[in-house]
């Protein structure tokens, strides 16, 4: 069976400078451990001419020792360093480093252990042979020596302060001027060399004795006369720290005690005694002998402890040693072992983290080396098999936005839902026709939704509905019309929103558990539309039976009021004044009323052509007693914005004059009981959509909520004797302009301050082009 050949791309610059690193430091660390290896053998050859020649041992010992120390740092530092380096691969996470670290520490403790042991052993030997070489029973005779020599001085020294205070007490009624005799008698009892008596601040009160200090003497220090007054008496030994004590001709060690005094009267200052005595001279010379015998033995001692420590720091030496090699082998052959595995592993791992790039694999012919070249291969087939199913992926993908982009640009709204009602995705025109948040609401009930509950509970009855007929009759969809915030709590019936919705079973394996399309559309305007429609048929029938009837009423009233005039009595004649105006005044109402209605059932078709909207807006501010900037019509202002750059558009001049003056009759008519009366009429020009823009503002109470949804129908007004047409025939005849109209409620800081209604009209053709 053949053997496939797998590309592996060549390495880039920055893994080039990491190999190349990495072989430095293993040639670096290699010759550096070759080199302090080799310096530990020549200490080794060097330790051993030393221990048998002595005088050469004597010579280099501190230069060996100190060699010792520094190679041994030196291979504590190489192994704390690759101790380290493994570690910090372990804590980074770098792939194989476990492996390793086990396999390191295996062979560390196959080289440790024995060494250690043999270390041990031979710490024991090599102490207990270097104390072999010395009397132990003569170190010790000279220390008991020494002990036997200081108690004896001890002993000395406490009887002179015992007998210093004795002398001490006979001084309490001698006066200072007079205690130079006390003093002589004091020394001659004690057979002491010096007596000086001091007080409490070291000053000299009087003296006696063999030595020359009597015009300075020896002044005991501060301390030792606060120790001597808080221990009644202090005895020292001096003399024999001085450098003189090596000949025993020159060496002055003496007893010295001081101890205190009573003072002579009671407002006296303490007083000190201080006696000096010579010790014997075979004693001194004998405590002489003993202490250099001890230094001279102390001195030889020393240069056991150095070969002792030699001998250690060398087996100290040899154990690292042992260690560095077995932790340095431990790599080589973890890594010569590991090496197809963690190759093999390290694939494993970029596999399974979706990396199917070509992956490395061994040449060799064993098992291991196949395994990798069969991974590789593996590696191969699934990189081309993911690029299949990426392709296919990316054609679902790119299917799925343009559905989603047709799903959101579509006015209709649309909601999958599930079998329980609860909402799985929808489109932006739900969340508009509902004005609910439902792209937030995904997998809450339709009918859990505030506002919602009655259309969701519809909704789900009718697809419960829609499964048992689509069964027994194999339709495929349904279709209802709703009411949305029909009857609601707190909303006013004529803000009920009209939708016509159609459901369908989306298809799946089940049709208990399948999701649910639910397709909707806002009617509302439609309905308005055909409610309008009624209505201009109901005006146009109203005007023709209300208008015939009207004139012979008015002319007999009239007929009537000119036959009795002049026949009746004056009490009568006036009510049959006031009475036939009554019925003339309230016939010409009707007429106009009838007049309203058959302008707004019968309005022409608009003749569009290019007009001078701001000519037009000055033509109209005529008739309010003004040729324009600000004019004054009952009490309320009028304030122009004309823009001078706005174009011609395209429109029936007559038409727009009535649009106009509605308007502006609307706008005072609802300042009517406001803080401030004004009317506001603007023009705007707006280059980016060719459009001229009519707009009139008041500072009124502006529109309820439902009148802004239906001000445009026949009929709906808020005014206690309005008809409710001039915003209806606004309307009707910016449909004829195909002008767009806008109603809107002007809100400052929170509050309405007044509404706002506006038209958009299309510039005239040669201006747009």
């Avoid at 070291?202 to 030792?224: D, K, M, T």
């Amino acid at each position: 069976m053949g053997e496939r050949q797998v590309n592996i791309p060549p390495p880039d610059a920055a893994e080039r400078l990491a190999l190349q690193g990495s072989r430095t430091i293993r040639w670096t660390v290699g010759i550096g451990a070759a080199a302090m290896v080799a310096i530990g053998l020549v200490l080794l050859l060097l330790l051993t001419q030393a221990t048998n020649n002595r005088e050469l041992y004597e010579r280099n010992y501190t230069r060996l020792f100190t060699v010792n120390v520094v190679v041994a740092g030196l291979l504590l530092s190489v192994i704390l360093w690759i101790g380290v380096r493994l570690a910090i691969r372990l804590r980074r996470g770098q792939f194989g480093s476990r492996l390793l670290v086990k396999l390191a520490m295996i062979f560390a403790l196959v080289g440790f252990l024995p060494g250690l042991l043999i270390y041990v052993v031979s710490y024991q030997f090599v102490s207990r042979s270097i104390e072999s070489w010395f009397d132990v029973k003569v170190e010790g005779a000279l220390d008991a020596g020494l002990s036997l020599g200081r108690a004896t001085l001890d002993v000395l020294a406490n009887d002179l302060a015992n007998k210093s205070r004795t002398a001490a007490a006979t001084l309490a009624d001698v006066p200072d001027a007079t205690a130079g005799l006390a003093l002589e008698r004091i020394r001659d009892q004690l057979a002491a060399n010096d007596v000086v008596l001091w007080t409490s601040a070291g000053q000299l009160i009087a003296s006696a004795g063999q030595s020359n200090f009597v015009l300075n003497p020896e002044r005991p220090s501060l301390q030792q006369l606060r120790n001597t007054r808080a221990q009644r008496s202090v005895a020292i030994i001096e003399g024999l720290d001085d450098p003189g004590l090596q000949n025993p001709g020159s060496a002055r060690i003496k007893v010295l005690a001081v101890v205190p005094t009573a003072s002579f009267g009671l407002l006296a200052e303490p007083r000190f005694l201080q006696v000096t005595q010579p010790l014997p001279p075979t004693l001194v010379a004998n405590a002489i002998a003993v202490t250099d015998a001890n230094r001279e033995y102390q001195e030889r001692a020393l240069a056991r402890d150095g070969l002792r420590r030699m001998y250690i720091g060398t087996l100290t030496l040899s154990l690292f040693l042992a260690v560095f090699g077995a932790v340095l082998l431990a790599i080589l052959l973890g890594n010569q072992l590991a090496r197809p595995l963690l190759l093999l592993a390290d694939g494993v791992r970029q596999v399974a983290a979706g990396d199917l790039t070509p992956k490395a694999a061994l040449r060799g012919k064993d098992e291991l080396g196949g395994l990798t070249r069969s991974f590789a291969d593996m590696t191969q087939q699934l990189a081309d098999a993911r690029g299949a199913v990426e392709k296919s992926m990316d054609e679902v993908n790119s299917a799925r936005a343009n559905l989603q982009t047709i799903l959101d640009n579509l006015t209709a709204g649309v909601i999958v839902l599930d079998a329980d009602g609860a909402i799985l995705s929808s489109n932006p025109g739900a969340t508009r026709i509902l004005r609910a948040p439902l792209a937030a609401s995904e997998g809450r009930r339709l009918s859990d939704m505030p506002g919602l509950e009655d259309f969701g509970a519809g909704v789900q009855a009718q697809f419960e509905s829609f499964l048992g007929e689509q069964t027994e009759h194999g339709i495929d969809h349904w279709q209802k019309s709703f009411e949305l915030n029909a009857g609601h709590p707190g909303t006013p019936p004529q803000d009920a929103t009209t939708l016509v919705a159609r459901g369908a079973q989306m298809p799946a394996q089940s049709n208990v558990n399948a999701a649910r399309l639910l397709v909707f559309d806002d009617i509302s305007e439609i309905v308005s539309a055909q409610r309008a429609q009624a209505w201009g048929e109901v005006a146009r029938r109203l005007a023709h039976e209300i208008k015939n009837p009207l004139t012979p009423i008015q002319l007999s009233a009239e007929r009537l009021e000119k036959k009795l005039t002049g026949k009746v009595e004056a009490a009568d004649q006036a009510i049959l004044t006031k009475s036939v105006k009554t019925i003339v005044d309230q016939v010409d109402a009707m007429k106009r009323l009838v007049n309203e209605f058959r302008d707004y059932a019968r309005l022409p078709a608009a003749v569009l052509k290019p007009v001078d909207l701001n000519a037009l807006v000055q033509e109209v501010m005529q008739l309010y007693g003004a040729d324009g900037g600000e004019v004054l019509h009952g009490n309320v202002p009028i304030k122009l914005d004309l823009d001078p750059a706005c174009p011609r558009v395209m429109g029936d001049a007559g038409q727009l004059r009535q649009v106009i003056h509605n308007l502006l009759q609307n706008a005072q008519d609802a300042t009517e009981g406001a803080p401030v009366r004004e009317v506001t009429l603007r023009t705007q020009c707006n280059e980016g959509t060719q459009r001229v823009r009519l707009a009139v503002r008041d500072t009124g109470a502006g529109f309820p909520d439902y009148i802004l949804k239906r001000a445009f129908e026949p009929y709906v007004t808020t005014k206690a004797k309005g008809t409710g047409l001039g915003l209806a025939v606004v309307k009707k005849i910016a449909d004829e302009h195909g002008a767009r109209v806008d109603l809107s409620n002007r809100v400052v800081d929170g509050v309405v301050q007044g509404a706002q209604v506006s038209l958009s009209f299309a510039m005239a053709p040669a201006v747009a082009s």
